[in-house]
């Protein structure tokens, strides 16, 4: 976080800095798009009609409310998921943790289109598990029909915000607190409804709350499900028609951007007034102990269970990219190299611009989401709470329309030395990537340093320490966990990101892979080597994921081991 | 990204062009690149860009893949600065909208023996800006796995899409979602009538099992067997089948053939370049590409039907392809948005409730059949009058003044209209649903008496 710690101007030049950088890049463009709301569609004059309009439709009633049933349930389903896999990898000595945590982020990485191919080749009223049930038990049961299939969908797809920061805070919890505790007497359940999950809460309310954002407005998945009854489609649809500069879809932006708003501040509110922070660190985390052979049994096979269920896009996807016609039938016809030998030479370019789009686009949100914690919690400058708000509105706002407002805002600003529209450049398409995908690193972050306690600072500052040098060496490192959490779904989701880059691409030289998968995926013949490409995005991330997993552990060991020697000395 | 071989590149056409300036003006050369903006997929587009590389060696084709309703707000936000040469897409009705918006310019094509007339439709704009490139029909695609396993018939005609053996099984786009459904839709709605039309419309939807949000995702969902009959465009259809997959297609007796287009942008870059795209795509060589399996479009060219293949449909010699219906783009297009939004209103947005009252009707007259019964069989007419009931009669519908307010664009800030979009549907909706469930209360009182 070398940039913040040696700015010149102290942290209101830096709040300034990132005012700016998110006026530009988000506020100014979406308002372009979204301003039509506030303008009556006859006279062009500014009015609040069209929200009536809103509230006076029975459709768009049903909508808000369907998206808000399916948010909760999917954080209820996602939870469900997320705990145990949370709990046993960080609460257990459990071989293969680290795999499982990796594994834990394989379903974000789902890219576009596939994934639902995917589900309703599995899942689907005549998908493999159907088909069988009806042949031995003559049933069928509508896993993927309306509402119920968006829910398991997203909360498959968006359960590991749940694990990744749930984690995060399980590891950041100091022995010493559960130690304590155990001395009191406490132990087994009451141990965790009293100690660990309260302590871990900041965690699992961040992951929460990113789910529900999330899942709120979602578009692709619904779209993709064909269930048009909800918000966010409801605004898509209306955007993205031909001649259509209907005000109703942007009424409903803002809609979405207020009520995201609002869910954010009250989970502000439920975590007000509590104390999360530990003032030890080093401890490494909660005690891991050794399972008993059956505890050990019944772990592996609740870990087993939902590692197939969330797994099963990948599955599928797998099916399909080895497959040579599936088609209403349990498994493919036969199988096949042919798909993977069609993509295998024009992948490559593809790969180069994802890394590089989606590893600066998650530099930024760490950078920048460290940065907006900080100020926002450990600072008093008036008005840092936009900042947060600012940047988590990012989350609501349509890739559609980011995309439009991009075009709109800077195609007529010239890059100098290149001569081209910024809009045009590839670099646009790493800022946009940066903002929609801020939100995620940002919540990563503020659960970090929830867990840092003040007095470490204040301790640093003490002992004569600059502001600056006590954020770089004791506040980042003490983050460092929920940083790279932050990095890792930032970088996976924005690695398959496609609705505000297909508007942005501007020459295949530039496209990342989603645009790649979205150009196979439009033909009959292009479904195979469309999944082929899928897998190979969905490995190149996990293995990304799993490298920096690796790195983490590392550097948690050598500082373990250069503590002990510290202390030896 | 490799950015060395980009700045050689760069670098190199500097060195080349100021080649040329010194040698210049032996011929007139085209520009070393050119930029099309298609919604076609990749077996389409790889396929001409490798032929016409092949053919002009100095030339880079750049194909830049969106969905006709993106690549039309892609070209209107760019205009400014346009960098795009060509727009490829089948959907007229988008190059009528770019066309209005001053964004193309006018091409004669050189290359001769191109008829005038495809079934019935012209095959280029009157007006010269846009230039059809080859044929495409509507018509119903299913899969034969799947009606085998449900012991369904294969259908022949949109009509028996509306028997109740089909429901639940068939699948089409929303022609707000997709130009080419939206041909489709309107084909019915001319060949029939507006009433007759949106009648038989609704009598389909009711057998829906999805609406889906791309116009491929219906061949998508026929060939993975989700639901097991599709409304779709031939190509899809027919390459489909040549891919491999287990499913069939057939064109209806009410289709109308359409061209799938190309035009030139305005002040685009390369123009040179871009004129000889679409004389090589009129050629004999670029029309006999097309009947590539993985391609199978309808060439402009009859000379090229004797290389097809003999089941291949041929229009310009069976003349009851898409012969049927006089495609008047005129009333299409001064409804088109005001159509788009009326079978989201009615069938996109409250499927549920048209499929319940379908199904309830389905029933009663199962029930019916066989038997006589005067006080039921009104009850059902009267259901099935209301479910196929519109809220706008065909007169108001083509009003320019009423239309307008779907229009949205207003050119200048002078312009008034009275009336909101949203305001209207929400009437619209109000009565539909209250209509479908209305019919639905009557189909199962129906039944009852039986």
């Not at chain 1, 800022?431 to 503020?446: G, K, T």
Request: glycine share 8%; proline share 5%.
């Amino acid at each position: 976080m070398t940039t913040f710690a040696r700015t010149p101007f102290g942290p209101a030049g830096v709040a300034i800095l990132l005012g700016v950088f998110l006026l530009v890049f988000l506020v100014i463009p979406v308002a372009k798009v979204v301003f039509v709301a506030f303008q009556d569609p006859n006279t062009g004059a500014p009015t609040l009609v069209n929200f009536v309009d809103f509230f006076n439709t029975s459709l768009f009633r049903e909508s808000f409310f369907n998206s808000l049933y399916v948010a909760l349930m999917s954080v209820v389903v996602a939870s469900v998921i997320a705990m145990p896999l949370a709990y046993f990898t960080t609460r257990f000595n459990f071989n293969g943790a680290i795999l499982i945590q990796t594994l834990g982020v394989i379903p974000l990485i789902m890219p576009p289109f596939v994934g639902a191919v995917a589900m309703q080749l599995l899942f689907g009223t005549n998908g493999s598990i159907n088909l069988l049930l009806d042949e031995w038990f003559g049933i069928n049961i509508p896993f993927m029909e309306g509402l119920n299939g968006v829910i398991l969908v997203e909360s498959i797809h968006y359960f590991p915000f749940i694990l990744i920061n749930l984690s995060a805070a399980l590891n950041n919890i100091d022995r010493a607190m559960e130690e304590s505790a155990q001395n009191l007497g406490a132990s087994g359940l009451r141990l965790f409804r009293r100690i660990v999950f309260p302590l871990a809460m900041p965690g699992y309310v961040a992951g929460a709350s990113l789910v529900f954002l999330k899942v709120f407005d979602d578009l692709g998945t619904p779209l993709l499900l064909n269930v048009n009854n909800m918000l966010a489609p409801q605004a898509y649809l209306r955007i993205s028609s031909i001649g259509i500069s209907d005000p109703m879809g942007y009424v409903i932006s803002v809609i979405l951007v207020l009520f995201s708003l609002f869910a954010l501040w009250t989970s502000f509110l439920a975590m007000r007034g509590k104390e999360y922070a530990t003032v030890q660190k080093g401890g490494g985390g909660l005690m891991k102990r050794d399972l008993r052979v059956w505890e050990k049994a019944g772990a592996y096979a609740v870990v087993i269970f939902t590692l197939l269920i969330v797994l099963s896009p990948h599955i599928g996807l797998t099916l399909l990219s080895f497959g040579t016609i599936w088609s209403f039938s349990v498994l493919p016809d036969a199988y096949t190299l042919a798909n993977y030998q069609e993509v295998i030479g024009t992948t490559s370019e593809y790969i180069t611009n994802t890394m590089l789009y989606a590893g600066l686009a998650a530099l930024i949100d760490v950078v920048f989401g460290t940065a907006i914690a900080y100020l926002v919690w450990r600072t008093g400058l008036v008005g840092r709470q936009w900042l947060d708000y600012l940047a988590t509105g990012a989350l609501a706002i349509p890739g559609v329309v980011l995309g439009i407002g991009y075009l709109r805002t800077f195609y007529d600003v010239e890059v100098p030395f290149l001569d081209k529209p910024l809009a045009s450049w590839w670099v646009i398409i790493v800022v946009a990537l940066a903002v929609r995908r801020l939100p995620y690193a940002l919540r990563a972050c503020v659960a970090a340093l929830q867990q840092v306690a003040v007095a470490l600072e204040e301790a640093a500052e003490n002992l004569g320490a600059t502001k600056f040098r006590t954020v770089k060496r004791v506040v980042v490192p003490l983050m460092s966990g929920g940083i790279i959490a932050g990095f890792i779904t930032s970088f996976a989701t924005a690695a398959v990101e496609l609705s505000a880059t297909i508007m942005l691409v501007s020459a295949e030289s530039d496209a990342p892979l989603s645009y790649g998968i979205y150009v196979f995926m439009q033909s009959a013949a292009g479904r195979g080597p469309g999944a082929a490409l899928g897998m190979i995005a969905v490995i190149i991330v996990g293995v990304a994921t799993y490298l920096s997993h690796r790195v983490i552990e590392r550097g948690k060991r050598e500082r373990a081991l250069e503590a002990a020697l510290a202390g030896g000395v | 990204m490799n950015h060395s071989s980009r700045v050689l590149r760069v670098v190199g056409s500097w060195i080349l062009a100021a080649g040329l300036l010194g040698a210049a003006p032996l011929t007139q050369a085209l520009e070393d690149k050119l930029v099309v903006v298609t919604s076609f997929p990749k077996d389409l587009t790889g396929a001409f860009k490798a032929a016409f590389e092949k053919k002009y060696p100095g030339v880079k084709v750049e194909m830049l893949k969106k969905k006709t309703t993106a690549g039309v707000k892609y070209l209107q936000e760019t205009a400014s600065n346009n960098t795009s040469d060509m727009f490829w897409a089948s959907a007229p009705d988008a190059f009528e909208v770019l066309k209005g918006d001053g964004l193309l310019q006018k091409y004669q094509v050189k290359a001769t023996g191109i008829p005038d007339m495809i079934g019935a439709y012209p095959i280029n704009d009157p007006d010269g800006y846009y230039k059809g490139f080859a044929g495409a029909g509507y018509g119903i695609m299913w899969n034969e796995r799947y009606i085998k396993a449900k012991k369904l018939p294969a259908p022949r005609d949109w009509s028996d899409l509306a028997k109740p053996v089909y429901h639940g099984h068939v699948g089409m786009s929303a022609p707000s979602r997709s130009g080419t459904t939206h041909l489709t839709v309107e084909t019915l709605l001319q060949g029939q009538g507006w009433e007759k039309g949106w009648a038989e419309w609704k009598a389909i939807a009711g057998n829906f099992n999805t609406v889906t949000e791309r116009s491929f995702g219906v061949p998508d969902g026929v060939n993975s067997g989700q639901f097991g009959l599709g409304v779709v465009i031939d190509f899809f259809g027919l390459s489909s089948q040549a891919s491999g997959f287990p499913v069939d297609f057939v064109y209806p007796s009410v289709t109308t053939l359409v061209p799938a287009n190309i035009a030139i942008v305005a002040n685009a870059p390369h123009p040179e370049a871009a004129g000889a795209f679409i004389e090589f795509l009129m050629s004999l060589q670029g029309q006999e590409l097309l009947l590539n399996p993985k391609i199978r479009r309808l060439p402009v060219r009859p000379d090229i039907y004797g290389k097809a293949p003999a089941d291949f449909p041929n229009p310009f010699k069976d003349k009851s392809i898409g012969a049927a219906v006089k495609f008047d783009v005129v009333k299409s297009k001064n409804r088109y948005n005001l159509v788009n939004s009326l079978f989201d209103v009615m069938i996109t947005y409250r499927l549920d409730d048209l499929r319940a009252a379908t199904k309830a009707i389905q029933d009663a007259e199962a029930a019916l059949s066989g038997k006589s019964n005067a006080e039921a069989q009104r009850l059902i007419d009267e259901a099935k009058a209301l479910v196929g009931a519109v809220p706008v009669d065909e007169a108001t519908a083509l009003d320019p003044d009423f239309a307008a307010v779907f229009k949205k664009k207003r050119k200048k800030a002078t312009d008034k209209v009275t009336g909101r979009q949203a305001e209207v549907e929400a009437e619209w909706d109000k009565l539909v649903k209250a209509n479908y469930a209305k019919a639905k209360t009557l189909a199962e009182q129906a039944k009852s008496m039986l």
